[in-house]
């Protein structure tokens, strides 16, 4: 799962992961808004988008509305449709990854209940099928708001959390902060603590320091997110 706050970055990174797939003759669903899987296109090679049946694209909100009853996804049809068509790539394709935002749809709209039911689908559907699965969020890691809930509750349904494109950098933006807002001793201290106690979702360590913060001293960590925000861009 990656959070993204600019289209461009996100398109960048979708595009690396079904680029890469594609290039090893792997097949590839992607179920986006328009908007976006025109910007993802626009990341892949030409030959990699040519009608052989290895690319294949879903818009986002038309498929939602076909295993959705009264405001929540269904298993079966969801099961049926998206299950059946990477089971139909499976058989000449040897693996496929996906790439959906359904789920962060159904979030942006405030349907929480209903995002995180899709989620256990997609988890469930995993179990049941080989295949791997990029998901995004738009939210910004930087925002306080977001660990009042949102963030711990998309972790968990996800092995891997990824914060921004450029982790290295996420890292460093948050031991800068944590340092400028704390003692260098006590920051040191805190970073330590929060790399010893990592969540099940993987993440980077700055990430994680975060989430450790925000549960152990809050006020500190709202003064270190206000840090980040005033010098820093998840983005960048």
């Avoid at 749809?105 to 689908?121: H, K, S």
């Avoid at 930087?142 to 950098?169: M, N, Q, W």
């Avoid at 970073?191 to 980077?204: E, G, I, K």
Wanted: proline share 4%; net charge negative.
């Amino acid at each position: 799962m990656q959070l993204y706050n600019d289209l461009a970055e996100l398109a960048d990174s979708v595009g690396e992961y079904i680029g890469a797939g594609l290039r090893r003759g792997e097949a590839a669903v992607v179920i986006a808004k328009r908007e976006h899987r025109a910007a993802i296109l626009s990341r892949l090679d030409a030959r990699q988008t040519l009608d052989d049946g290895a690319l294949q694209l879903l818009d986002a909100e038309r498929t939602l509305e076909r295993f959705m009853e009264n405001g929540m996804p269904q298993w079966k049809p969801f099961h049926e449709l998206i299950g059946g068509l990477i089971a139909e790539l499976r058989l000449c394709y040897p693996t496929v990854r996906a790439y959906g935002e359904m789920v962060d749809v159904l979030w942006q709209r405030g349907e929480r209940a209903a995002a995180v039911r899709l989620e256990e689908y997609w988890n469930e559907l995993g179990r049941l099928q080989t295949f791997s699965l990029f998901c995004a969020y738009r939210m910004n890691p930087f925002d306080s708001d977001a660990y009042g809930g949102p963030l711990e509750c998309v972790c968990k349904g996800h092995t891997h959390l990824i914060p921004a494109r450029d982790a290295g950098r996420f890292d460093d933006a948050v031991h800068a902060a944590t340092t400028a807002v704390l003692d260098q001793p006590l920051a040191g201290i805190l970073l330590s603590l929060a790399a010893n106690h990592r969540s099940l979702t993987q993440m980077p360590l700055g990430q994680a320091t975060l989430f450790w913060l925000n549960q152990n001293m809050p006020r500190t960590a709202e003064k270190i997110l206000s840090e980040l925000r005033a010098g820093a861009s998840p983005a960048a």
